[in-house]
């Protein structure tokens, strides 16, 4: 079973899916991939403890606190090469970023393109934090829960860039 919540937060409206023991996406309502691989009718909408340590964590990270990640248990659901991709983005702090060069060379890939894909299929919005990545040319580049939400997330964290 699946269970499924919605959190309000400050760039809209969040689906947090979980099963019994782990977490399986928390998306951004409209966002790439959406809830991608769940169909509405396995999903169930009531909460479960996964859930609520996830809704206290995302509490936590939208008043600016650094709440550690750890503490939620990620679903092991992605291919190999993704799973690393997501497991190198864990790995950066929160004010630092990383270009997807440098992620590729902390994986052993040499296909910026082929990370940015991975990057882009991240179920985990904001707790594996894919908006740390940015394009070597400096500017902010693309996110599949749209540029404004990838601004709010880095200005929350610290970073300041000019709008274009």
């Known amino acids: 079973m699946y269970y ?20 399986y996406g928390i998306w951004l309502k409209g966002q790439n991939y959406f809830q ?23 509490e936590a990270y939208f008043k600016g606190e650094n709440p550690s990640p750890d503490a939620l248990p ?3 659901r992605g291919t190999a090469f993704q799973l690393k991709v997501w497991s190198a983005l864990r790995d950066i702090p929160v004010g630092e970023s990383r270009t997807y060069s440098q992620i590729g060379k902390v994986i052993l890939c040499q296909s910026a393109q082929a990370v940015g894909t991975a990057v882009g299929k991240n179920p985990w919005l904001i707790l594996v934090p894919c908006h740390r990545v940015l394009p070597s040319s400096g500017h902010i580049g693309k996110y599949a829960a749209g540029e404004d939400a990838k601004h709010f ?3 929350l964290e610290g970073f300041r860039f000019d709008k274009p």
């Open 4 to 23: 499924r919540q919605y959190y309000v937060s400050p760039i809209g409206r969040l689906s947090l899916v979980a099963g019994e023991e782990v977490l």
């Open 36 to 58: 991608a691989g769940f169909k509405e009718e396995e999903l169930s909408d009531t909460s479960n403890p996964i859930l609520e340590v996830t809704k206290n964590w995302l």
């Open 74 to 76: 990620l679903a092991d």
């Open 153 to 155: 997330l880095l200005h």
